[in-house]
Nanobody, 128 residues
């Protein structure tokens, strides 16, 4: 198993930037592909970004493409989400998630079901 703890959320004005981090502990971090999801009040949890085991491939939701960048540091057991040009609609609770099924992840990286482990979330609020 792996334990995930997010940090870096906060309140920022539209157009600003935030960098979220997720620290992993437990099983070897490089055993997991990693994803970021978000959930706004009254809405379903939605995919934001993902990165493969080695960090060689990344995936993004259309709504954040070009503004957000996901990266990982396997030596430090962390995955990060750099968020630029933030918009009020980016306001949500952001979750870090880990996937350990390589076959399933390769096809379903944008779905919650591909991820077995979740953090508690960190709040991002973007004011207009």
């Amino acid at each position: 198993q792996v334990q995930l703890v997010e940090s870096g959320g906060g309140l920022v004005q539209a157009g600003g930037s935030l960098r979220l981090s997720c620290a992993a502990s437990g099983r070897t971090f490089s055993s997991y592909a990693m994803g970021w999801f978000r959930q706004a009040p009254g809405k379903e949890r939605e995919f934001v970004a993902a990165v493969t085991w080695s960090g060689g491939s990344t995936y993004y939701a259309e709504s954040v493409k070009g503004r957000f960048t996901v990266s990982r540091d396997n030596a430090k057991n962390t995955v990060s989400l750099q968020m630029n040009s933030l918009k009020p609609e980016d306001t949500a609770l952001y979750y870090c998630a880990a996937a350990d099924n390589q076959f399933y992840f390769s096809s379903f990286w944008g779905t919650k079901g591909a991820y077995a482990y979740w953090g508690q979330g960190t709040q991002v609020t973007v004011s207009s």
